[in-house]
């Protein structure tokens, strides 16, 4: 099984709904993210999360919102999907540390997001 | 703010032919760095990463990065292509998250 598991791998929705993408992990890790991936923008990131009690905005967090459920659960919301919410979503995970053999990121295979 | 620019959105080499991937980096500090491969319908996995212990970084599947103060690069290298390593490369710099470059796609021609 993988480590860290998104669903739905795949979704097509209309635009105006409400979509939640989930995340869930078995690594043990206190720091969860989600990024979208665009083709010739490469991943950017729209919330993270430190632990359960920490949330983040990342660069693009406009029209998304977050929720940590649990240490292993990250999901991720579109309230109201559009267009140009279109892309791959990723969630990822890390251990804790501020030291140089931190930052390793653990990825999900993707879940692909399509709002008509 | 900590960025990172990748020069070249496709490379093509032959398969045997060095590869050489760009990533400059912008910082007020020293960097952490990182590259980081996606193969076709996956997600992405570490590569290597700049610790500061050492200039010249060695990573899996024979690529090697060099750390280069002076010319803020962070470049992707290996001796000789392989068809397996046709992918997608990000170079990464670490903030309190990793901010990823825009990516490279990389062919490797037979």
């Known amino acids: 099984d993988a480590d860290v598991t998104q669903t739905p791998r795949n979704r097509i929705t209309k635009t105006g709904k409400r979509i939640m993408l989930e995340c869930s992990q078995t690594k043990g890790h206190d720091r969860m993210y989600w990024y979208r991936q665009d083709p010739g923008l490469g991943l950017r990131l729209i919330y993270y999360s430190f632990d359960v009690k920490d949330i983040n905005k990342g660069e693009i967090s406009d029209g998304y919102s977050v929720s940590r459920q649990a240490q292993a659960k990250f999901s991720l919301s579109l309230e109201s999907a559009i267009p140009n919410q279109t892309a791959l979503y990723f969630c990822?995970?890390?251990?804790?540390?501020?030291?140089?053999?931190?930052?390793?990121?653990?990825f999900g295979e993707g879940s692909r997001l399509t709002v008509l | 703010a900590q960025s990172v620019t990748q020069l070249g959105s496709h490379v093509s080499v032959s398969e045997g032919a060095l590869v050489l991937l760009r990533c400059n980096y912008s910082s007020s500090v020293p960097p952490y760095l990182f590259w980081y491969v996606q193969y076709p319908n996956q997600g992405l996995q570490l590569l290597l990463k700049?610790?500061?212990?050492?200039?010249l970084v060695k990573g899996i599947n024979g690529f090697e990065a060099e750390f280069k103060k002076s010319e803020t690069s962070f470049h992707l290298t290996k001796p000789s292509a392989h068809m397996s390593d046709a992918a997608e490369y990000f170079c990464a710099v670490r903030r309190r998250a990793l901010t990823f470059g825009s990516g490279t796609r990389l062919q490797v021609q037979p």
């Open positions: 700049y610790t500061s212990a050492a200039t």
């Open positions: 990822a995970t890390s251990d804790l540390g501020e030291g140089a053999m931190s930052g390793e990121l653990f």
